[in-house]
């Protein structure tokens, strides 16, 4: 089946061409389409009108295929009437064809007819004359197809444009001269109000700041105000009912963007507070009762206990769990770079910034929980900042005037005497009372040796699925050994020494006397058994152990405060942050 042609589509313009030319010429005339379907007709020709002529348009035929114009003086009787059935009775005294083209295409035919030797005559007295105003309505039909055709064009440009915006995942807002929404895309309508409708008025203001490649943008639609990052552009062209176009996140979807890109999640596999000891029992009655507030929450123990692991177990179990749980050291960062850490900065904002500006760890963190470990190395300077912060609930990025809102809890950890250093004028009197609202201190490991068994099962457990390897069994003398020992570094040093026996454990899967660390082999008598399964005189440690038992020397000599582990470092020869990523 023949697709429909344009001629079809501007049948009514093309019969009233037709009708105009047959008045002006006085003589017949009929327009077919490249279908060799009769699209107009006048006199004899009027009643065939939407006729398919395909078994008789032989002169047509011709003309759509060569794109030439033919003139039939003979009717019947020339060599392009040979085939037509109705030569021997055609009642044409005379026919001129001319081809309607469009883009290079015979898109139709236009006959002049001459049906009496009358109007045969006319023609031939003339021709010049009839041949110039066959060309002329020729070319107005094809002008009027062209302005269709270009209709069309953009009509489906538009509705390919539409639908390919329709499934962009940024925002696009097209606004009219009077900042009315005239396109709003799905993306747009869900960051935005679900509102957002056509003819909707938008405000659209910038703030200043920029990130990443981007401009930040307040938006107020109705009383509700906006966050966006994106870009705008204005329009200058027609056609003049749009003015600009917004191209944009909102500033929550970029939040998150940021968030997965820095891993401020805790560790996968970060665990809730194992252990069956009353103080842990307590400990765990007391995170589930302030999980539900808002309040700030200050954690207190010595390095290793798992302060995180609280502050992680408060964010679970709180409603902010959906939200974003964002960890800061503040003792592993310089204190120059805290600040902007923290607070986040915008492009340009000091000497060797990231061009593309940052966004800080509170903004990160909004409609979530952030925890600010070791809080006692917190420079004065930014303590001052940090209780604005508490107060106001607000933040403003380095180098902006912005000031951004945020909601987000609060928690922190330090294993320092802050009352201490209150005293000395190295902690703010003020920040401590504003954070230690919920006081949470976790007793030091040589408190609760009845945790040690919990533990080591799992972290045995865990490191096993780590490590590809199949955990049979614990010894029951490894397990007098392991809570004989006073575990200096708390539970993160248990964590590293179970970590190293399921290195060294055999295929039988069992942790035995093999696999125990030389400093937990205690007595000479049981250094003795352990040599038996090493040659004599060969007894080696790995070079973990050798590292750790140095790095735990260190600490024991200089301190394992933020001054003693910069000693510590430099004695070891090795940086800061190479010691805090050794001691996580």
Known sequence: MAVPSILLEIQDTVEVYAGIMSKVAQIE??????????IAGTGLYASCVNEDMSAEGYVYQHVLRTGNMEIIYEPGKESLCRECPKRNSCREEIEISMPIRLGGKSIGVIGLIGSSREQKERILGNESMYLELLEQIAGFISAKAAEVTGQKRSRALLETLDCVISHVEKGILILGKDERVSVANAAAEKQLAPELAKGKKVSVTPTGDSLNHENEYRLRIGDKEYLVMGHMYDLDREPEQYSKVLIFESTRVVRERYYEITHTVPPEGAFDMIGSSPQIRLLQDEIRKVAGSTSTVLITGESGTGKEVAASAIWKASDRREGRFVAINCGAIP???????????????FTGADPNGRMGKFELANKGVIFLDEIGDMPLYLQVKLLRVLQERKIIRIGSNQVIPIDVRILAATNKNLKEMIEKKQFREDLYYRLNVIPLKIPPFRERKEDIRDLSFYFADRYAGLLGK????????VMDRMCCYPWYGNVRELENTVEFMVNMMEEDGILDRRTLPDHLMGSPETSILRQESTPVGEKISTLKSLEEQEIQKALKLFGDDTEGKKKAAKALGISLATLYRKLE
């Open 470 to 477: 199949k955990l049979v069994s614990i010894t029951e003398e």
């Open 29 to 38: 005339v009929e327009v077919v389409d490249e279908n060799l379907f009769r």
């Open 335 to 349: 204190e120059p770079l805290l600040e902007a850490e923290l607070f986040g900065y915008v492009k340009g904002a």
